[in-house]
Structure formats: C-alpha cells, structure tokens
C-alpha cells in the first residue's frame, strides 16, 4: 500500500512536471521546445519534386540526391525562409522502379508561384562530346555525355573576352570546377584534343568549342550568344548552384495562415472538449474509478504533449485528429479494466483484491487489441505522404502511451487509494453503471 | 443470451445494411479526389460578397482549362477542382477571380497524375497488408484456443467482419459525397485503415472472453454448451464494447463539430465506421462462430 502511494505520489509530480514543461515552453517565444506545426496549420508552401535520374548511373544516383538536396538548400536559403526543410525521399515503387523525389517545404511561403520560379531557375548544366554514329545510311551528329556535370562546378565568374567577329568585348561565363571536376575536365580534354565538347545548358547546347589542348587547373570559359544580363544571370544561378540532375515538379499545395490558423484554434476546442466530454462520462459512470482513469487520461495527454514537443513531431490537422481519437481509445483500456474489476466485487471479492483480479484478467484483452492497432498505425506510416504520416506517428505514440498510462497509471493511483478489506462505501465506489448491485 | 437467440435476425439485419451499402457505391459510386488521380484543387476567399458559383464558373470559362468544377466552401470562400495545372494557368485563374472582386487564395494543392496513381496502389495494398497481418496475428494469438473451433478460424471470423466494416462506412460515404460533392481524399483511406485497427480491437476483447470461458468450462468440466459460452462472453463484454465505443464517438463528436474542417469528412467516416463496427462485433463476430463451429463438426 505504501509502496503503491509512494509511486503515485511521483507519477502525480511527474504529471505536473510535464504540464509545467509543456505549458512553459509554449509560452517562451525562444523556447527550441514550441510545438512545430505543419505547413497546412502554420501556412506555407511545400513543392514535390521528381528527380529525372534516367541519365545518372546506378552507383552515382546517391550521390547526385545529396547533391541535388545541397543545391536545393542553397537555392532556398537566398529565397529567404525561416525554416526550410528540404528532404530527399527514395521510394521503390512495385514495379521495381526506383522513384527519387526532393521534398521542399516553405514555411510561411504563400505566393507558390513565385517560390516555383526562384527554385526552377536553377539551371542543370553538363558536358558532352561531339561524336558521330551512323545511323542506317545517314550519319547523325551523337552527343556523349561526359559524367562532367554542374555538380562538379564549384562557382563561377563573369568575365569579357574579346569577340572574335565583332572586335567588341563579349560577355564570357569562367566556369571553376571541384577538384574532382578538375581532374574529371583535365582527363576529358587531355583525350579528346581535337573534338568539339558541347556545353548543354537545360539540355540545350549553348556553345560547343574545339578542344585544343589538355586543360588542367579547373577553369572552363563558355563563350556562347550571351547577352550581358544573360551572362550575369548565368553566373548568379550558377553559384547557387547548377543542378546535378534534371528537375519536374510533381505536387505543389500552399495554405494560407488564416486556413491554417482557424485549424489549430479549431483543433484546440476540439481536443478540450472531447477531453472534457470523455472525463465526465467517466465519472459519471465509473464513480471512483472513473475519477482515476480522468486523472490518468490527463497525464497520458500532457505525456503525448511533452513527447510531441521533444522529439519533435510535427503537428499536422490530421495529427491533432489522431491525438483526440487515441484519447478516446487510451478510455479503453481503462473501461476493460473496470469492467472486470466489477464483475469481481460482484462475485463477493473485497475491493482490493477485485482491482488486482480485475487489472490482470484484462491484460491478455488490452494486450492483443493494441498490438493489432499499432500494426495498423505502422504500416499506416508506410503509406507515406505527410497528411498520412502526420496521423500515423501520432496514433501509433498514442496507443503506445495509453498501454502504459492504463496497465501503470491507473493501476497504482487505484491500488494506492482503496484500502484492504475495503467494503460498504469502498465497493460503491468501484461499482459502477446503473445495475443492482 | 438475446443475440445468440435471434442471431439469424441479426445475420438478415446485417445483410440488408451492407446490401445498402454496396448499393450506395454502385449507385452513387466514389469520386476519387486530387490525391489518387491527380489535379488542382484551390480554396478562394472573398472579402466581401462571395458570388455564385455560376459566377465564378463564366469568370473561369475564358481561361482553357478543361473541365473545371467550382463549388461553395464555407461561408465566404469557393473550391476550384481541375486538372494539374501550370503555375501560369494557376495564376491566370488568380487573375481572373481578382477582376470584380477582393480575392484572397486561402489553400492550393496540385497533384501530378503518376504521384496520384502510385498513391492509390499502396492505399490498396495498406488495405489488403493490415488485414492480412491481423488475420495472422489473431490466427497466432488464438492457437491454442480450446476446442471447437481452432485458431485460424478466429482469424476468418475477422476478416469476414472487417470487410462488412469498412464497406458500411464507404457505402456511406459514397451516399454522403453524393449529397455534398465532397471527394474521396487521404484522409478517407487513413479513417478506413485505423478503423480497421479499432474494429479488431473491439472483437478481440469478445474472443478473448470466449477463450477464456472455454478454457474454464474445459477445466471446471462444465459441459457448457459452444452457443451458450458465446453468448455469456458476449454479454459479459457487453458495457464495455458499448462504452468504450461511447468514448470514441463522444471523442468524434467534438471534431466533427468543433474540429478543423480538414479533418470534419474523415471524422465523420469514422463516426460511421466505429457505430457499425460496434454493432457488427456484438451481433455478429461472435455469433459468426456458431455456423463455423456446426460446419467444421460436420466434416
């Protein structure tokens, strides 16, 4: 008995603990600990898109995703967003195919079109050779690619050379390579002396010089028809960074912050009057048990709130739904265990005993029942797109959280309460509902 | 016990409902929304006056677009459905709103046909893997049930319910779309999934108390007959389904009615889902056993 109230005397301190913890640091602006609310509740932009990888050797592709990611990054910090988060997500469809994508999420970012535009401006550049094939009769001019892509540029400058038609001064993009650009550039050129190599700007040949001698040192100049702007812009999308591979955007969605705000307050009332619904039920029908079980499901909230916040996930519409259903299935647990504990005072048990009789014949129940709804919850997950995911994690924590606040929490605060050999007032508040007793 | 007494009333009951149903989903069918085809959907608010939507639609037919469907969203914000569009055709659809009135884009999601095709093959399969992994988990749990009906049997017992279960909340929405003109997004297959985990959850506790009951019968010697501990198990459980369940729909009132309006069409299926779940894992899971119980001794 002492050891039961010792123990809920620390889950109870434990309780306030987190509710102090979550309350504070939603309070403190600077708090790291804020919940972080998705893009449909905070409002922002979030951009999907397809990595074309048709061109990019197996062993490479790895690669090529954390390049195109670093890229993307770059790009999206001179966009000037709060928090940007840019994922890369490799999926293998059934079909054996293998799918790359660049998740890009804006916060705060409501014109998508423009967000659109500053991320596809990006150009892809890459090199390939001049060659021949004969094709049947006729003999077509092939481009070979190099694998000398602008992955491998690490910045570029604006220069002017002198027009060999014109005499005036034209405007020359200096390309400076990597040290594995470099070498690349040097082997290139050192085998190739006489061939034209093709610099291909979003897959359009912009300039195609004669390779005159083996180039080392990095440094590649592109004369092409360029324009002064044309040159300058070049240059600029080029520091931000040439994409390693091509680009498609695949799925785009923007919300408003007032959509996104009327969620949350809407998600609010929901969960505080669902929870408010639930608890009076609870007493109203359970008595002192029910009491419990109200005092437990508000741990088990300020848990899930405290879990929520340190890992942190992101909450969503979806999740907060998920939040308030695991709250109603967190009772279930409870009810199956008062059920049994008052089929037990009915056989003539004394309270005690029947909360001990009662917490362990439910187990096997309570066991199996949320084994299945976490596995559903699991492969939920998998299913993968974020309005999914969001409720997913969240329901999957939530059974997990309402297992151990039913088998633990309830269980120690009762035992802690109800006196050995409790009778008359003791078995009428552990009986329950609207039977003869 | 009532029910087991009258079970094939509850058994013709349940036939006519899912009859409803699959009724309802051929007649009215479900239209798959941006997630699972592809396509453009934006919300429009207006400032002041929210024109009709014939309005709206006239404003929008100069712009070549294809089919574009447009309906009322709330009190003062339309829903504009097309095809995957062109950040320039969005914005030309911007364009034309913002001429005679005070426009503001509240939300804009375009999904690109292959993303939306691949979505609804894994929904399919998420379906097909959370029912099967069930089957196998209770085929395990229950293996060493006491006699007469073995392990596996449970497992069919489920999924022959599960099916029923997640087919009377479809059937009502594809009656609820038809209705309101909403569309079948994630968020349905995400109520139809978890529902799926709540509804085994609800058998589970009446099969468990079966078990039980039979492993005590067999070791008290008892010679309870199978129909009788069935229907003792189920109204030993009886409170408990319908109260837990109680706490669910109490939970899913609060969103349907206070919640965000993202998540009111998925609260609703699931209000609908959790209902008939209860009722068919009290009429007829358990009592589903008794012919299987009388067609295996046969053979």
Known sequence: ?437 | MFIINHRSFFFWLTGLILAAAIGAIAAWGLPLGIDFKGGTLMQVGYANDRPDVATVETELSVLDLGAVSVRASGDSAVAIRTRTLTPTEHESILTALSENANTTELSYTSVGPALGSQFTNKALWAIAAVILVIVLYIAFAFRKVPPPVPGWAYGITVVAMLAIDIIVPAGFFAAYVHYTGAEVDSLFVVALLSLLGYCVNDVIVIFDRVRENLAKSLRENTKEPFEAIVGRSISETFTRSVNTSLTVVLALIALIYFGADSTRNFALVMLVGVVAGTFSSIARSAPLLIPIARWLNKR
């Open chain 1, 1 to 437: 008995m002492t050891r039961y109230r010792v123990f809920a005397v620390i889950a109870l301190l434990a309780g306030f603990f987190l509710a102090y913890f979550a309350w504070t640091t939603e309070a403190n602006p600077l708090s790291q600990y804020r919940f972080k609310f998705g893009l449909d509740l905070a409002g922002g932009t979030e951009l999907i898109y397809k990595a074309d990888m048709s061109g990019t050797p197996e062993a490479d592709r790895k690669d090529a995703l954390a390049a195109l990611q670093g890229v993307i990054e770059r790009r999206v910090n001179l966009f000037g967003v709060a928090e940007p988060l840019v994922q890369t997500e490799e999926e293998s469809t059934l079909a054996g195919i293998t799918e790359d994508r660049l998740i890009v999420d804006l916060p705060g970012v409501t014109d998508i079109n423009a967000a659109i535009a500053a991320l596809g401006a990006t150009p892809t550049l890459d090199f390939r050779l001049i060659g021949t094939a004969d094709v049947g009769t006729s003999t077509q001019t092939v481009y070979l690619p190099t694998g000398l892509t602008g992955r491998y540029v690490a910045g570029a400058t604006l220069g002017f050379g002198s027009g060999a038609t014109s005499g005036l001064t034209s405007p020359e993009v200096i390309l400076n390579f990597n040290d594995e650009g470099a070498q690349l550039f040097e082997k290139i050129t050192s085998e190739n002396i006489g061939k034209q190599l093709a610099i291909f700007l979003d897959g359009q040949p912009i300039s195609a010089p004669v390779i005159q001698e083996t180039i080392p040192g990095g440094k590649a100049t592109i004369t092409g028809k360029f324009t002064a702007t044309e040159a300058r812009d070049l240059v600029r999308n080029l520091n931000f960074g040439a994409l390693p591979v091509p680009i498609e955007l695949e799925s785009s969605s923007a919300v408003g912050p007032t959509l996104g705000g009327k969620a949350i307050a809407d998600g609010v009332t929901a969960g505080i009057i669902g929870f408010a619904i639930i608890a009076i039920f609870m007493v109203a029908w359970y008595r002192l048990p029910g009491l419990i079980a109200a005092v437990a499901l508000a741990e088990y909230l300020v848990f899930m709130l405290a879990v929520i916040k340190v890992i942190p996930i992101t909450l969503t519409a979806s999740g907060i739904a998920g939040l308030i259903i695991s709250v109603g299935m967190a009772v279930d647990a409870n009810i199956l265990i008062f059920e049994r504990t008052k089929e037990e005072l009915r056989k003539g048990e004394d309270s005690r005993e029947a909360v001990k009789v009662g917490f362990a014949r439910a187990w096997t129940a309570i066991r199996d029942g949320h084994l299945t709804m976490i596995i559903s919850g699991i492969i939920l997950f998998w299913l993968g797109t974020s309005i999914v995911q969001g409720f997913a994690l969240v329901f999957v924590l939530g059974v997990l959280a309402s297992f151990i606040s039913a088998v633990s929490l309830s269980r120690v605060f009762l035992l802690a309460i109800v006196p050995e050999k409790g009778q008359g007032i003791w078995k009428f508040l552990l009986i329950s509902g609207f039977h003869k007793h």
